[in-house]
């Protein structure tokens, strides 16, 4: 009688906890599903997912299974699952390819088989049933976006167009919004607090007014509108830094030759005003790696080691030797002064050394392979390149079994 008793709890719990979360048809024929649709006159709501994916099942165990969230779905909608890599899913996937931005992706269709609404990505349960009743109060995508194209830039909508888009995952068509919103205003408005909130996070382009201009009133940013002082500056000089590498960087053709390196006095100064004016935690850095560009650029390789040399001994490039590796390798193909190009094996033997104590120590055995190779001694070069190729083939192996345990 025990059993039975438990037997029968156990089954209505069961029932009951099933009951509360969205009922979902799964892997259901898509006609069917249309059908069904029709015949109940309701939208269909549908769960793109795939077996891999980490929020995909984050949604499947803290999401669908909530009450709220199954009162709100299974009285508003057909509500059907697909797994994109299998079965029907396979299919779907071609057919709505192009709304579907990741996984999971969770779109709104109607009886004719059309996305009226999308969402991508985990949402908590509030989150989720706000998202999808702002579609059903037709703050789509679909519909906001065809306002903003009409030339609607009021902000109050440029604030719920940015939220429904954040829903659907679409980050790049956020940033071009609010980019083209910013762009389109007089720079003083960025000290509206307001406007700030709005796109302040997407003041990126060093070379553009309104960088310039949030870099020159950095403090009254901090002070008058209250903003993070250490989450702006990382922005700004995160920003200052990448446009700095990418003059400084060297880059190789086809071969692995490093080609020469690009001149660009304009950027250069742009750049460097704002690094002064900043007066960033990293300024020196910046600082250093213009001006072992600027001795590179004009064949001084005597200076461009000394500098290099000097600058390590005080951290003024980080704590990566990476940059300092490149402008080895640039050395190495440039550089014909066999003086300077043994000071150059020295350095990269030394930092290699300190790498191979480490536990997780960076390769620079190509660099050291050419820098032998240039000064004639082939036996070493050759060593020391069959050292890079095992190490670069054991991090491959590394990342395509991480990748295929995934």
Request: proline share 2%; net charge negative.
């Amino acid at each position: 009688m025990k059993k039975l008793l438990f037997i029968t709890v156990f089954v209505f719990t069961c029932l009951f906890s099933f009951a509360q979360g969205v009922n979902f048809l799964e892997g259901e024929k898509w006609s069917k599903v249309l059908e069904m649709a029709k015949e109940q006159n309701k939208l269909i709501f549908m769960d793109c997912y795939t077996t891999w994916c980490g929020p995909c099942k984050a949604l499947a165990t803290d999401v669908f299974p909530k009450q709220e969230v199954g009162d709100f779905f299974n009285a508003n909608f057909i509500n059907v699952k697909y797994d994109m890599e299998k079965g029907e899913g396979k299919e779907l996937y071609k057919r709505f390819k192009s709304n579907i931005v990741g996984f999971p992706t969770l779109l709104l269709i109607n009886q004719k088989g059309e996305v009226i609404h999308q969402m991508a990505g985990f949402h908590e349960p509030a989150a989720l049933i706000e998202g999808v009743k702002a579609g059903l109060e037709g703050k789509t995508v679909f519909a906001m976006r065809e306002k903003y194209n009409a030339g609607n830039r009021d902000l109050n909508f440029l604030r719920e167009y940015v939220q429904v888009l954040q829903g659907a995952f679409l980050k790049d068509e956020i940033q071009r919004v609010l980019v083209d919103y910013m762009q389109s205003l007089p720079v003083e408005e960025l000290l509206n607090k307001e406007v700030w909130d709005l796109v302040g996070e997407y003041v990126k382009d060093p070379y553009s007014p309104q960088f310039n201009f949030v870099v020159f009133n950095f403090d009254k940013y901090v002070y008058k509108l209250k903003v993070d002082g250490y989450r702006l500056e990382r922005q700004l000089a995160w920003a200052i830094e990448k446009a700095v590498d990418k003059i400084v960087k060297t880059e190789r053709d086809s071969t692995g030759k490093v080609l020469p390196l690009v001149v660009d006095p304009e950027n250069t100064e742009i750049l460097m005003t704002l690094i002064n004016r900043g007066n960033f935690k990293r300024a020196e850095e910046m600082r250093a790696k213009f001006k072992i560009h600027e001795l590179e650029l004009a064949e001084q390789w005597q200076e461009v080691m000394d500098y290099v040399l000097i600058c390590r001994s005080i951290r003024a490039l980080g704590y990566s030797d990476s940059f300092v590796n490149e402008t080895m390798q640039y050395i190495a193909d440039y550089c014909k002064d066999k003086k300077i190009l043994k000071q150059a094996l020295a350095l990269m033997e030394d930092i290699q050394a300190k790498e191979n104590e480490g536990e997780r120590g960076a390769n620079y055995h190509d660099t050291l392979a050419k820098l032998y190779r240039v000064l004639g001694d082939k036996k070493k070069a050759a060593e020391e390149q069959a050292i890079c190729d095992k190490i670069r083939a054991e991090i491959e192996a590394k990342f395509k079994e991480a990748w295929d345990n995934m």
